[in-house]
């Protein structure tokens, strides 16, 4: 059993159940707040990215890989959706992220640093692209840390969300370390997946303490002026 390929494919997989969560939890409340729209077109691109690169050794391999792709890919146009049919009940819609967190500035980041930092030993080769969805995963968490960061509430963002990223991030880690004992030296994306794992951690930290527990769909910040002004 290729056990580098099951543990790559099973931190993808739960990062697709994350996606679904935080699709019921939108779906649920009819609302997006403080989820992060180019967290989430970065993470797309990154899944199409996967396309031009099959893994695995054999039709079942590729069956599974095939599969999650096309699961991420699907889960994730969903999830953009949504967020654009209801971005006119966000509270924090008008946010404004500085130019540096912008899709058109951070994109063209992502090229080069996919372009100089990459596993193959050609300019323009199936790795480019494996570079290409992991500085996607890494680079796109930003806005959603600025996010939480500015409105210091957790808003619509699920804890179940945060909870299966954190699962696929160990299975990713449990993925560099098996490669790196098989003499795999891809620094530069073991590098990038740690940082990731590490600004996870700040999301999900900053999540959890502002999470109101009560399922009201409201930021803390609007619940705690509504409970001043109760008469209960």
């Known amino acids: 059993m290729d056990f580098i390929f099951w543990s790559f494919e099973a931190g993808y997989f739960f990062q697709n159940i ?3 969560f935080q699709i019921f939890k939108i779906l649920k409340r009819g609302n997006n707040e403080c989820i992060s729209l ?4 970065l993470f797309l691109f990154g899944a199409i990215s996967r396309i031009f690169w099959i893994s695995g050794n054999n039709r079942l391999e590729v069956f599974i890989s095939s599969l999650e792709q096309i699961l991420s890919i699907f ?3 969903s999830i953009i959706f949504l967020y654009l049919k209801y971005k006119s ?3 924090y819609y008008e946010i404004k992220l500085p130019f540096y967190l912008k899709l058109y ?3 063209p980041i992502i090229i080069i640093l996919s372009l100089c930092f990459n596993p193959g030993d050609v300019l ?3 790795q480019v692209f494996v570079s290409f ?3 996607c995963e890494t680079v796109g968490l930003l806005p959603q840390l600025y996010i939480l960061n500015i409105t210091k509430d957790s808003g619509d963002l699920s804890e179940f969300y945060l909870l299966f990223l954190a699962i696929a991030r160990l299975f990713r880690l449990f993925f560099w370390i098996l490669l ?3 003499g795999g030296r891809f620094f530069s994306l073991i590098i990038a997946d740690i940082i990731y794992s590490f600004a996870l951690f700040d999301v999900s930290y900053k999540t959890l303490k502002n999470w109101d527990g009560k399922g009201k769909g409201l930021p803390t910040s609007l619940l705690n002026l509504n409970n001043k002004h109760s008469l209960f």
């Open 180 to 182: 790196y004992r098989l």
């Open 133 to 135: 969805g992991i500085f």
């Open 124 to 126: 323009l080769s199936d």
């Open 18 to 20: 994350a996606t679904i």
């Open 89 to 91: 009940k966000n509270y």
């Open 105 to 107: 500035f951070l994109f």
């Open 75 to 77: 889960s994730l146009c």
């Open 38 to 41: 180019e967290t989430n077109i």
